[in-house]
């Protein structure tokens, strides 16, 4: 994806006129942001339902935070023919622009922040550091992306596989997660 450039994306899409993608998005980051920001709104729409629910729900604070995170975005794949395509491409742009060390990625390209889920976040993280917080946090999206995308294509590539169970494979992302979200502070060696 890395050395991809607009006009090779205008030809693979069948458009007869390739600076119309320059035109429009100005450049690959341009065009990457568009396709975040038109699938992470609808996402967020759907997160907003899970974050009411938590206050329904006997969820502890880690299962809360990663069932707001995964949920939404597994309702997404399941209601809308783009969602896994638009996972495996925020799988893909997670391994091109993060390098763990930034709180963004390197190019252009950004994830809108959402303050509810941040909320759930922090009640989930309330005894570590932000330092730490923050890492962790780091870790259960890239982690998810990267997971969500594996299950639905190993599902699609593979029905008879072990792992092909998406619902399955998707309560055991969530009970790592939640893992991630419950574990006391690490001790700095």
């Not at 690959?28 to 729409?45: E, T, V």
């Not at 809108?112 to 962790?136: D, G, I, Q, W």
Request: with cysteine; charged share 20%.
């Amino acid at each position: 994806m890395d050395a991809v450039s607009l006009r090779e994306i205008a030809v693979e899409a069948g458009q007869k006129n390739p600076n119309a993608l320059q035109y429009h998005f100005g450049d690959r980051d341009g065009l990457l942001q568009a396709i975040i920001d038109k699938h992470s709104a609808q996402i967020g729409l759907l997160r907003d339902a899970y974050i009411r629910d938590t206050q329904e729900k006997k969820w502890s604070p880690g299962e809360a935070a990663a069932r707001c995170l995964v949920m939404p975005i597994v309702d997404y794949m399941e209601s809308n023919g783009d969602g896994v395509n638009f996972v495996r491409l925020v799988s893909q742009i997670a391994a091109v622009y993060q390098n763990g060390t930034a709180s963004g990625p390197a190019g252009g390209v950004h994830f809108p922040r959402t303050k509810s889920l941040e909320a759930v976040f922090n009640r989930a993280l309330v005894a570590v550091s932000s330092r730490e917080a923050r890492r962790r946090i780091y870790l259960v999206v890239t982690i998810t992306f990267h997971t969500l995308a594996d299950i639905y294509r190993t599902s699609q590539q593979t029905p008879t596989s072990p792992v092909a169970n998406r619902k399955l494979m998707v309560d055991q992302l969530i009970c790592l997660l939640e893992s991630f979200f419950s574990a006391p502070p690490r001790q700095v060696r």
